[in-house]
């Protein structure tokens, strides 16, 4: 009799530890898995909406070297899309909180396999490696652009169009 009850105890606890593993792993697979909301909460704002556009990851970045506000740290990076908005407002694609910075302050867009940047008649203006952006111009890897008290470097991931690298 004793040796049938510790045979039920010993099946019991093998179902409980197989429980116990299957719960585990589950909960590590779901811990993986991003909901849906926080996948999306990296995407500008305008592909939030319409992600039927998007249909490729972001090949360049935009890096915070230099910061005058806390929403934005130093080493902070935001992927490139086709056409992204910088600015304090709400509906810009990178979100500055700084004085000097305007609603709509700056564009970077895609064009001809190219990245050029463009300031929106902002009050301060937008600086290029140091100089005032007067026109569109043509972005190149390691660029800087400042603006307001926030600088940014321009990344490129792929090789430079035209290198014979």
Do not use: C
């Amino acid at each position: 009799m004793v040796g049938i009850a510790l045979m039920v105890l010993r099946y019991i606890f093998l179902l409980l530890l197989l429980l116990f593993i299957f719960r585990l792993v589950k909960w590590m697979v779901g811990d993986l898995q991003f909901p849906r909301e926080q996948q999306d909460a990296g995407l500008p704002a305008r592909l939030r909406e319409n992600k039927s556009s998007f249909l490729e990851m972001p090949t360049f970045s935009m890096t915070v070297l230099e910061t005058s506000t806390p929403d934005l740290q130093p080493g902070d990076s935001f992927g490139v899309y086709s056409e992204m908005i910088i600015g304090r407002s709400e509906e810009s694609d990178i979100i500055i909180r700084d004085s000097f910075a305007s609603t709509r302050h700056a564009r970077l867009y895609l064009k001809e396999e190219q990245y050029w940047l463009e300031d929106l008649k902002s009050t301060n203006g937008t600086f290029l490696n140091g100089v005032l952006v007067a026109k569109p111009t043509v972005l190149a890897n390691a660029d800087r652009i400042k603006i307001g008290g926030i600088t940014f470097q321009f990344v490129r991931w792929g090789y430079e169009v035209g290198s014979n690298i």
